[in-house]
């Protein structure tokens, strides 16, 4: 229905399924019908996808989002018929670039982990508005995508500061955490999309959760010794 709602994992699912090359059309910026101009969404959420493209050794020509309204169907028709010519030349996903299938998979698997991280981190971005062609040129630099790469967090749970209160382990997206009544927490890092959401719930009077990037994830409690010996109140 808008071209907003196409989702970073709906271009990798595609890609991830073989196809050569993905479109998006959108309604042209500034004549969206409501508030939301979800096709300036659509315009950042693509130049980021282009960027990551890159980063992992994809050619961004892969990835075409043009604007054009309902009435436009020769348009549609150049477009297309241009975009088709463009990924044949190009070549088969993957085998044109050099990447082998197994190396591709592990890598768009690796991205899409990521998503939940990559669209917080570019929250600001990729729910801005700029006015012209130029403020686009270069709204996603290679550098900032590196280093997107370069600091993707870790969660951890510190043992000695969990109070097993189960608020994280209840708000996990992806039920990455064990735990249970009377029972430290522990995050599956295989598991978890680093969202952040158990950092941002835990209960600042324990804040238990802890960010790490750049550092090894210190290992997880053991089973036998994870029930909460909670201290008692002298009389
Ligand atoms: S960051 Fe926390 S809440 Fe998010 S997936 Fe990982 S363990 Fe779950
Ligand atoms: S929210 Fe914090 S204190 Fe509560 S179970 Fe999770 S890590 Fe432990």
């Given at each position: ?10 271009i990798?699912r595609?890609?991830?399924n ?22 300036y969404h659509?315009?950042n959420m ?12 994809l050619n961004p ?6 604007f ?16 088709g010519r ?9 085998k044109s ?12 698997q690796e ?5 939940p ?11 801005s ?13 290679p550098?900032e995508i590196d280093?997107l790469f370069?600091?993707?967090?870790s969660y ?9 209160c189960?608020?994280?382990?209840r708000?996990?997206p992806?039920?990455?955490i064990?735990?249970g009544?009377n029972?430290i ?6 598991t978890?999309?680093k969202c ?14 802890q960010?790490i990037t750049?550092e ?10 994870r ?9």
């Amino acid at each position: 229905m808008c071209s907003g709602r196409v989702d970073l994992k709906f271009i990798l699912r595609a890609f991830s399924n073989g196809m050569d090359g993905v479109f998006i059309g959108g309604c042209r910026l500034n004549e969206c019908n409501y508030v939301t101009h979800g096709n300036y969404h659509a315009l950042n959420m693509v130049l980021l996808c282009r960027k990551i493209m890159e980063h992992i050794g994809l050619n961004p020509e892969r990835l075409r989002l043009e604007f054009m309204s309902s009435s436009e169907g020769l348009h549609f028709a150049d477009v297309m018929n241009d975009f088709g010519r463009q990924v044949k030349e190009i070549g088969p996903f993957g085998k044109s670039e050099g990447i082998g299938e197994d190396e591709l998979k592990s890598k768009i698997q690796e991205v899409t982990k990521l998503i939940p991280y990559i669209k917080l981190a570019k929250r600001e971005k990729l729910a801005s508005r700029l006015e012209s062609q130029e403020e686009y040129d270069g709204f996603f630099t290679p550098d900032e995508i590196d280093k997107l790469f370069s600091e993707v967090p870790s969660y951890h749970i510190d043992p000695a500061k969990c109070q097993a209160c189960m608020i994280c382990s209840r708000r996990c997206p992806v039920e990455a955490i064990a735990g249970g009544k009377n029972r430290i927490h522990v995050i599956d890092q295989e598991t978890c999309i680093k969202c952040g959401t158990c950092f941002e719930v835990c209960p600042p009077r324990f804040a238990a959760v802890q960010k790490i990037t750049g550092e090894p994830v210190p290992p997880p409690i053991p089973e036998e010794e994870r029930m909460l010996v909670r201290k008692t109140k002298k009389k």
